[in-house]
């Protein structure tokens, strides 16, 4: 065993493409680290001195943008990462057609917020709250040159300018929390990260020798996007609606309080969701690559990629089961004390987002973006009904239980009733041998 550790280690440590994806990945885990450590201290101290009531409210208003910032998205992300890799020399028309493009869906979002404001019961002071975090998103959509870093696999400048952002932000949110500030200040840092970290992102494609100026809009470019594109802009739509609409229904059917424990539930199970984001955003382009070598190796990646994925999950949800319970008591005081019951039923949602967001890889690489489409669409209104069914009667449980069965339902059921997709389910099968991450990938 040991010399089997020793000899894959080696192999990785001299294969060049292992290294330089290595390379980008730890440079993705550094800043997810830095994120992580944070909001285990200065988000903790934050969400003690907001109390669960104010907090709740913040936590309402990132989940209401949050439902329409897919809208921002247009489904552009993987697909242009897709076509850079695929087509480098069209660089500039890509970039550009893209600024525009996002430029022109932020604006959508904008009209969507309005008009579900207009509807709501909410606040004066919370829907002011919800414009502000919403304004910062306009430099979010203007973060275009994050395609560039990933397709260059060149994220340490994505890791470097959002750990900058990061650590500013959060010294002004640790000051405000200190000075008990009013909500909206904190709302205005929200928007205050997007916009230090689209300047940054800026300055560095600058540094390199690129120029932004240079984009050139394409008609022809713009519609080859958005006919690639639109079934991911209703998926990543359906996907955030299903992340998100459980805290927003909480508050229609229940209190402030309870949005609060249960936003505190989300985010240290979502916590951890950036390492199949890392991981999988990091390998797509050898995904995509690997098809070109062959079939087999092609599909040996993918399970391996799915069999790391779901154990990590498993051990992740394995290990914080012990700890959880003393973390919220801890850190976040007795106030939270209603969170732990439904923080172990929501963890189980993790080992489908972790093969979600591979298998999403996948379909991209398979032009099957449709069926990302139904998969997201199934899961949203499942987890809306059982919300519905189960948020008046035994409290922000019911939203955790609710959340675990829309993401099985979209990972293993869904797929596995269209043709197409269940060849993933398969693989699904497969990649639970734990010993497929280290067997040798035959070309």
Known sequence: MIRLIKTTVMRAFHHDGLRKYGANTIWLFTEKFFRMAIGFTIGIYVARQLGPAKYGVLNYALSY?????????????????????????????????????????????????????????????????????????????????????????KSKYVAISQITALLIVSAFRFYFAYKLYPLIYFAGLEA???????????????????????????????RMLLKNSWPLLLSGAAIMINMRIDQVMIKSM???????????????????????????SSLFPAIILSKKISLQHYKARLIKLFSLMFWTAITICIIMLFVYKYIIL?????????????????????????????????????NFQKYSLYCSVAAMLVNIVINYI??????????????VFAQFFSVVVIPFLIKETRISCVMFYESINPFFIIKKTKR
């Open 65 to 153: 943008v949050g439902i329409f910032s897919a809208i921002a998205g247009l489904g552009l992300d993987s697909i242009v990462v897709r076509e850079l890799v695929k087509t480098p020399e069209k660089q500039q028309e890509l970039l550009g057609s893209t600024f525009i493009l996002k430029l022109a869906g932020f604006l959508l979002m904008l009209v969507g917020i309005v008009v579900g404001l207009f509807f709501s019961n909410n606040s004066s002071s919370t829907n002011i709250i919800v414009a502000v975090i919403a304004g910062g998103y306009l430099f979010q959509t203007l973060q275009t040159i994050d395609f560039y870093y990933q397709a260059e696999v």
């Open 192 to 222: 205050m990260y997007m916009v230090i970290s689209f300047l940054l992102y800026t300055v560095f494609y600058i540094i390199i020798g690129n120029n932004p100026f240079k984009w050139r809009f394409s008609t022809t470019t713009a």
């Open 254 to 280: 229940l209190k402030d309080n309870d949005v609060g424990c249960y936003a505190v539930v989300v985010r240290l199970v979502e916590i951890w969701y950036f390492i199949p984001t890392i991981v999988c």
């Open 330 to 366: 801890f850190l976040y005081g007795s106030k939270y004390a209603d969170s732990i019951p439904a923080l172990y039923i929501y963890v189980w949602a993790m080992p489908f987002v972790f093969w979600g967001v591979a298998r999403s890889k996948w379909l991209i690489t398979e």
């Open 390 to 403: 189960l948020i008046p009667r035994i409290g922000i449980n019911g939203a955790a239980i609710a959340t």
